[in-house]
């Protein structure tokens, strides 16, 4: 089977990036031929079909390419050049909204009778800035396609970039009736878009992650943060908790746009590729993940239980239905250091071991790649009857 594979980056930038790829792999593993559709980078995985990838545009500097490219303009062309010499059988689309545009990618598509597979990592279907977030609360007002509020509330910072996050979101809506199957990783977010008006069903497919040799931490309380440092991770509530907590020790491994003053018991390892972050979390009692918006199923934590590692969060979206009540890691109300300092306190070394034998046994359960691939390859032949 050849199965066009798109999405806006092809080099693991984040947790979305690495699903991505990791699906990649084990569909070429199955001699499956992987046909990938992305922005020029350096940093891209090598692919033969690069030549026919898309000059980059950036969403966060708002450009007349940028908003064209986002409402689907100038993208059909370039993708006919690769579907004329790639003849694949099936598209399966993860992130592909701004940089990619979506309504040119899925027009030109089903122009060609191409099935397509839509895996949801985030709530663009339902939310123009894919987060449910403004100015740093939860939002739902683009609920039932009403997307106008991205442009009424300057989401993304202008009136101008809100316009084209509403128009954008209001032109791919239109058009999403031509994929074949939705999927989704969490029960979370299949539940949150349907009672936000989507009226596509989803299918549940949880992200492949692979098991690897457990951490061996010692009874330092050591505990780190692997992700983006921006508002809505919450990355400033364990800035506070740290405070709070300075017989602790904490590990903070990513970038992003959040500039912080960080206690002395707070060490920036700023971004790790795989192998050092791997290297890093051996060395953790836990990973803590405190994020004020919704999570839907963060690949951080399902690295974490894949080693052993319990995870200590906050309970919104995805969170509360991977980590359990107290089964597989801590649950503390979303925003509030005092809670999470006090959670961490109260997390001992053998406690921890038990949280993370049992994350470890979900990982085995339910994100076993071998069982993942057996599930795509059959959506993906599904879709193409």
């Known amino acids: 089977m050849r199965v066009l594979l798109v ?39 090598p692919s033969r079909w690069d030549p026919f990838f898309l000059t980059p545009v950036g969403h966060d500097r708002p450009s007349l390419r940028a908003a064209t490219r986002a409402l689907g303009y100038g993208v059909r062309r370039p993708l006919r050049r690769l579907l004329d010499a790639a003849r694949p059988d099936v598209a399966l689309i993860h992130n592909a909204y701004h940089q990619l545009g979506l309504p040119g990618l899925l027009d030109e598509l089903a122009a060609r009778r191409i099935p397509v597979v839509l895996f949801l990592h985030d709530m663009r279907v339902v939310c123009p800035a894919h987060t449910l977030l403004r100015n740093g609360s939860l939002c739902e007002a683009c609920a039932d396609g009403r997307f106008r509020n991205a442009f ?27 994929v074949k199957t ?15 008006g989507f009226a596509h069903p989803v299918r549940l497919l949880r992200n492949p992650v692979p098991l690897v040799a457990p951490g061996t931490p010692g009874e330092a309380a050591v505990f780190g943060f692997a992700g983006r440092l921006s508002e809505e991770k ?17 590990r903070i491994a990513g970038d992003g746009p959040l500039r912080l003053d960080w206690p002395s018991n707070v060490t920036l390892l700023g971004r790790l590729g795989p192998e050092a972050l791997a290297g890093e979390r051996v060395h953790w009692r836990a990973e803590v993940v405190p ?25 919104l979206g995805g969170l509360p239905e991977l ?35 049992r994350g470890r046994a979900f990982i085995a359960g339910e994100c076993d790649p071998a069982r993942f691939t057996k599930q795509l390859v059959a959506i993906l032949e599904a879709a193409r009857c």
Not at 165 to 172: M, Q
Not at 182 to 196: E, N, Q, T
Not at 291 to 315: R, T
């Open 7 to 45: 999405n806006k980056f092809y080099y693991p930038r984040g947790g979305s990036e690495t699903s991505m790829l990791r699906m990649a792999a084990l569909l070429s593993a199955k001699d499956h031929e992987v046909i990938p559709f992305s922005m020029h980078d350096p940093r891209n995985e």
């Open 182 to 196: 939705f999927l989704a990783p969490s029960r979370f977010l299949i539940d949150k878009v349907a009672s936000m």
């Open 152 to 178: 009424l509330h300057a989401c993304g910072g202008s009136r101008a970039r809100g316009l084209v996050l509403a128009w954008s979101a209001r032109r791919e809506r239109r058009r999403l009736g031509t």
């Open 234 to 250: 919450g990355v400033h509530v364990l800035r506070d908790a740290a405070s709070r907590a300075p017989e602790l020790s904490f």
């Open 323 to 357: 980590i359990g009540t107290d089964e597989r890691g801590l649950l503390f109300p979303a925003g509030d250091a005092n809670a999470l300092a006090q959670a961490l306190q109260s997390l001992g070394a053998d406690r921890a071991r038990e949280l993370g034998a």
């Open 291 to 315: 994020s004020i918006g919704f999570e839907n199923c963060p690949n951080s934590v399902l690295e974490a239980f894949a080693m052993g590692l319990p995870v200590v969060a906050g309970n």
